[in-house]
């Protein structure tokens, strides 16, 4: 039986959407990637799925060249399939909107489709937009397969609610001396929609999403990330916070930012802007704080869990060099200069993850 879904091809408006939304491959043959990561929580069951699509050099022709989707998906679980042909691969450099495929039959261009055409005519692979994430991903071997479908309310993007919207980096990501790029596309949204995870079918309704890229020439040697939109006690509260070492033209540099958009208002810290400090264990724990004239905001981030190995593009294709849990148990305070909490939450499904390497001890950053 086919699984249809009702889906919204429909963009959200450009006055809404991030900067770096759009395809920044410029057609040169230069070692180049381009990463998107969607997210999914569902607190009535206690999971969380994320999905994350690929492209390498899409030239084509190179060692490195085709592209990849994986998800996290139920109790941490993996899912892996490689779409080696870049000519399926699709993306608009204009907004947020790529698809990647094997179809039943070769007769449409690669390109954003209803969602119905799409589940009568892919046999697998994805498409998605600011408004809709859709696919099917079935292992040969274990027959394990995922399929779905939900179409997103964004909320936030990066900034303030109802103004332009931001570049996560600042405004020197639009300059090709920072690599790589990263850009938090939606920090918060709702999604309604279905996941069909080996049989077990997840229904929901206006659950937290969240939506992220990167792109580049270059990897990060090693860096962390937290995230989480579905805490406890605020339902209007998200939270997005990372460190990594990345390539400044010939050198490299340690960079942090810490990203809360809570009801409507955005809260920033980054190192033009504030004192940044973390401590994070090679796994298990991550500590940060973020310090500024106005604010003070703590994060912590645990699990005892064994967290899932996925895999992240580098100078030599997709490797297993970043570990993930996304049921990590989260802890966030932030306070005004003069010591009142303005907002005190936690959660049990939040996103905590170390990648690169070395990751032997501590990282320390005051």
Known sequence: MKKHC????????????????????????????????????????????????????PIAGKPHSGGAAQVLGQNEDYLYRIFPNVKTFWASDKELALCHWKQRHLTLKPQIIQPNIFAETVDQGYQATATLNQGYLEDPVTKNYCRWCYEIKPIDGWGNRFYP?????????????????????MAHGLATGYIDWNGKKYEFSDVPAYSEKNWGHSFPSKWFWINCNSFEQESDLALTAAGGIRQVLNWQESVGIIGLHYQGKFYQFTRENS????????????????????????????????????????ADGLQFLCRDTVQGNLTLELANNEGKILLKANSCLGGLEIGGSPWDQDWIYN
């Open 6 to 57: 009702f889906g919204n091809i429909s963009n959200t408006e450009k006055s809404w959407e991030t900067p770096h939304s759009g395809y920044h491959w410029d057609g040169s043959s230069r070692r180049f990637f381009e990463g998107w990561y969607y997210r999914v929580t569902l607190p009535q069951w206690g999971q969380s799925f994320a999905f994350m699509y690929s492209i390498d050099d």
């Open 165 to 185: 919207q931001e570049a996560t980096a600042g405004w020197l990501s639009f300059l090709p001396i920072f690599d790589p790029g990263w850009q938090v596309l």
């Open 275 to 314: 004192h940044l400090s973390w401590q994070i264990k090679p796994w298990g724990s991550w500590i940060m704080q973020g310090k500024n004239a106005d604010f003070v905001v703590k994060v912590e981030g645990k699990t005892k869990a064994l967290g899932t190995y996925v895999r992240v593009p580098t």
